[in-house]
């Protein structure tokens, strides 16, 4: 029980990741029950977690790739679905700020930019609008 609270004291965890790692120091009984014990104590709540997580990534990564961070940390899908949604607003914007942010990695360059885009795990269609306005407001400003 103390090495589960140690661990959740340095970073939120989902009930998965705590269970993988208490399953490795003791039995999988035990580690069952300690995290049911904690679940109910409100210490683990993938709900919390997920929200966290999406709240802490928002700004580098794509609604894909925290989708697919959160099922690799054994998130389900339904609340994986749920955190997303509340932060539905702004992928294009955010994906068009990774782009300012990051000039040196895509030059100026279509292709790139939508490859970069993917590559954070923005949809195709989010990443070609944000490609298409970026290049959009560098023609605005040359012409000026």
């Known amino acids: 029980m103390q090495y589960a609270l140690r661990s959740l004291g340095s970073r939120m965890q989902s009930r998965r990741e705590l269970l993988d790692k208490l399953v490795r120091r003791s039995d999988p009984e035990t580690a069952e029950k300690v995290v049911a014990r904690l679940e109910e104590w409100g210490y683990v709540d993938d709900a919390a977690f997920a929200e966290a997580f999406v709240r802490s990534h928002r700004g580098r ?84």
């Open 61 to 144: 990564w794509g609604r894909l790739r925290i989708a697919a961070e959160l099922r690799k940390r054994g998130v389900s899908e339904e609340v994986i679905k749920e955190s997303l949604e509340e932060d539905d607003s702004g992928e294009a914007a955010r994906a068009l700020d990774l782009l300012e942010r990051y000039r040196w990695r895509h030059r100026g360059e279509k292709t790139r930019m939508v490859r970069f885009l993917q590559g954070r795990g923005f949809d195709l269609g989010t990443a070609l609008e944000a490609a298409e306005n970026y290049l959009r407001l560098q023609e605005d400003e040359e012409n000026g």
